[in-house]
T-cell receptor, first 115, second 117 residues
Framework: AQKITQTQPGMFVQEKEAVTLDCTYD???????LFWYKQPSSGEMIFLIY??????QNATEGRYSLNFQKARKSANLVISASQLGDSAMYFC????????????FGTGTRLTIIP | GAGVSQSPRYKVAKRGQDVALRCDPI?????LFWYQQALGQGPEFLTY????????KSGLPSDRFFAERPEGSVSTLKIQRTQQEDSAVYLC???????????????FGNGTRLTVT
């Protein structure tokens, strides 16, 4: 079984500051992927960034980067230079590379950017 | 279409009614998933198809929930005798074209918000 833990139900950040959203995971699979999704109030799930368990480098996508610490089983999302449009729910998810391709999600963090 | 399409966007059902939720995945996507998202929670897995085969239905909460994908494209999630606890957003997601979605993000629709009164 796989599990994602997001311990920050809500965060408030000043516009233009960087923010780190925490994610820890639990899995017994040797190969897996970690994903972050953004869900604005409109409801759609927007893919942000992916990290494979065997990737040597931390993933980056524009203002998003993933701080992957495999030994600690953490995959924190870092958003640099936050913008008002970053206000949304953020979900961390894990996918095993064996069997079913389903994603297992955490409970999410609600990020609010303050002007 | 360009993305995953779900209909209806909103559905209000009286307790005890049957409902059917439709998902039109991205053309060519082999994998299709249904998730249930309660208010303020993360999406919870319901069921998974590879083409027309339902390979995992372990997340369906009761035998009132039934999903099908008869021709390997459009999928329908049916809920019989709806209960108030079924109120949630139902999300459909599909994988990447032509193959398995390992190491590849799932593409989600906008969901159907079901309210059971």
């Amino acid at each position: 079984a796989q599990k994602i833990t997001q311990t920050q139900p809500g965060m408030f950040v000043q516009e233009k500051e960087a923010v780190t959203l925490d994610c820890t995971y639990d899995t017994s699979d040797p190969s897996y992927g970690l994903f972050w999704y953004k869900q604005p109030s409109s409801g759609e799930m927007i893919f942000l960034i992916y990290q494979g368990s065997y990737d040597q480098q931390n993933a980056t996508e524009g203002r998003y980067s993933l701080n992957f610490q495999k030994a600690r089983k953490s995959a924190n999302l870092v958003i640099s230079a936050s913008q008002l449009g970053d206000s949304a729910m953020y979900f961390c998810a894990i996918q095993s590379n064996f069997g079913n391709e389903k994603l297992t999600f955490g409970t999410g963090t609600r990020l609010t950017i303050i002007p | 279409g360009a993305g995953v399409s779900q209909s209806p966007r909103y559905k209000v059902a009286k307790r005890g009614q049957d409902v059917a939720l439709r998902c039109d995945p991205i053309s060519g996507h082999v994998s299709l998933f249904w998730y249930q998202q309660a208010l303020g929670q993360g999406p919870e897995f319901l069921t998974y198809f590879q083409n027309e085969a339902q390979l995992d239905k372990s997340g369906l909460p009761s035998d009132r929930f039934f999903a099908e994908r008869p021709e390997g494209s459009v999928s329908t999630l049916k809920i019989q005798r709806t209960q108030q606890e079924d109120s949630a957003v139902y999300l459909c997601a599909s994988g990447k074209p032509g193959g398995m979605a390992y190491n590849s993000p799932l593409h989600f629709g906008n969901g159907t918000r079901l309210t059971v009164t």
